[in-house]
């Protein structure tokens, strides 16, 4: 089993629409979490960095933390085609470790 | 500020053939990855340097060397390349942004081993 857990997906939603992407994991170490977000032939690109539990939102986006069930999710609100990627959790259980990332989930947002 | 570059962005070569991946970064962090990215498996981590002057393996490194050359620069070199590394790769870099500590990746490469 690996250590982050992330359905590949894709999920196809309808422009508007909210979205949820998830990921599991196993380590219970795990304190700092991540969402990149890569477009398709380029690199990822840091979108969210959250420390331990609870909620951030930036714009659109809100990342939520559940270190009790081990559990992360990224939300985007009003979610437009531009939004179309595939999303990457990463965490690591201190600042300067290394990360762990999940598969990625790809994301199509229909106009 | 260019961030994290790579070159080349793509290549072709046969198999046994040598190459050499570069990577600079001018963000002055100390931490340098090289990750390969394929289909269904995510990003893996080949090789990595904690600071300039230090290397240690990945998940993933048989069949590549690297070489951090000075703080800025991390190179991934294929001494004999199979097909099997028929991959995207990826240099990322790492190190404090303000108050955190934040790890920024390059445009990538792909490569293709015939």
């Known amino acids: 089993q690996k250590e982050v857990e992330q359905d590949p997906g894709p999920l196809s939603v309808p422009e508007g629409a909210i979205v949820s992407l998830n990921c599991t994991y196993s380590?219970?170490?795990?304190?700092?979490f991540m969402w990149y977000r890569q477009y398709s032939r380029k690199g990822p690109e840091l979108l969210m960095y959250?420390?331990?539990?609870g909620n951030k939102e930036d714009g659109r986006f809100t990342a939520q933390v559940d270190k009790s069930s081990k559990y992360i999710s990224l939300f985007i609100r009003d979610s437009q085609p531009s939004d179309s990627a595939t999303y990457l959790c990463?965490?690591?259980?201190?600042?300067?470790?290394?990360?762990?990332f999940g598969g990625g989930t790809r994301l199509m947002v229909k106009p | 500020n260019a961030g994290v570059t790579q070159t080349p962005k793509f290549q072709v070569l046969k198999t046994g053939q040598s190459m050499t991946l570069q990577c600079a970064q001018d963000?002055?962090?100390?931490?340098m990855y090289w990750y390969r990215q394929d289909p269904g498996m995510g990003l893996r981590l080949i090789y990595y340097?904690?600071?300039?002057?230090?290397?240690d393996k990945g998940e993933v490194p048989n069949g590549y060397n690297v070489s951090r050359l000075n703080k800025r620069e991390f190179s991934l070199r294929l001494e004999s390349a199979a097909p099997s590394q028929t991959s995207v790769y990826f240099c990322?870099?790492?190190?404090?942004?303000?108050?955190?500590?934040?790890?920024?990746f390059g445009p990538g490469t792909r490569l293709t081993v015939l």
């Open positions: 340097s904690a600071s300039e002057g230090t290397t």
């Open positions: 959250t420390y331990s539990s």
């Open positions: 963000m002055n962090h100390n931490s």
């Open positions: 380590n219970s170490a795990f304190q700092y």
């Open positions: 990463a965490m690591s259980p201190h600042a300067g470790n290394m990360l762990t």
């Open positions: 990322a870099s790492r190190g404090l942004a303000g108050p955190r500590v934040e790890q920024f």
